[in-house]
């Protein structure tokens, strides 16, 4: 499975963890940046996420802010992008499940490292349901 994975400043340091506990697993990581702690502005970031997915070229997203909130803002002003902040993992299983999310969304400076990473498996593992109504639901977004 390819994963991209993208982040902010404030998200940088959670990325390099993200990417150190997934080596060797099945998961193979494409990073999109950033790639230091200098500041940088999170809506670009989230365009180039959002250009990737769109593109086809990764199974799903991942960003990463200081809140989660800003970047996810910026990614699900994409038509086709259906950005999830997980915050449990009841959410990141039915983001998947009836949302059918295409970029899992943490906020380095208000998560717990590990709770993010037990979100992480469950959405990366959580098919969409394909249910009529959610279907139809996906297709009311534009
Ligand atoms: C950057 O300082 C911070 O504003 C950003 O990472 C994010 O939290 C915005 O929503």
Request: net charge negative; glycine share 8%.
């Amino acid at each position: 499975m390819q994963i991209a994975i993208a982040a902010d400043h404030g998200g940088f340091e959670l990325k390099e963890f993200l990417k150190a506990y997934y080596k060797n697993k099945v998961i193979e990581f494409v990073d999109l940046g950033t790639y230091s702690e200098e500041s940088c502005d999170y809506p670009l970031i989230a365009d180039k996420m959002a250009e990737y997915i769109l593109a086809k070229k990764a199974d799903a997203g991942v960003l990463i802010c200081g809140t989660g909130i800003g970047i996810s803002i910026a990614a699900n002003r994409h038509k086709g992008i259906r950005a999830a902040l997980l915050y449990s993992e009841q959410v990141a299983a039915l983001a998947r499940e009836h949302n059918d999310a295409n970029v899992a969304v943490f906020g380095a400076r208000t998560q717990d490292k590990n709770e993010v990473v037990k979100y992480l498996d469950i959405f990366l593992n959580t098919p969409f349901s394909n249910g009529e109504r959610h279907c139809r639901r996906i297709a009311e977004l534009g």
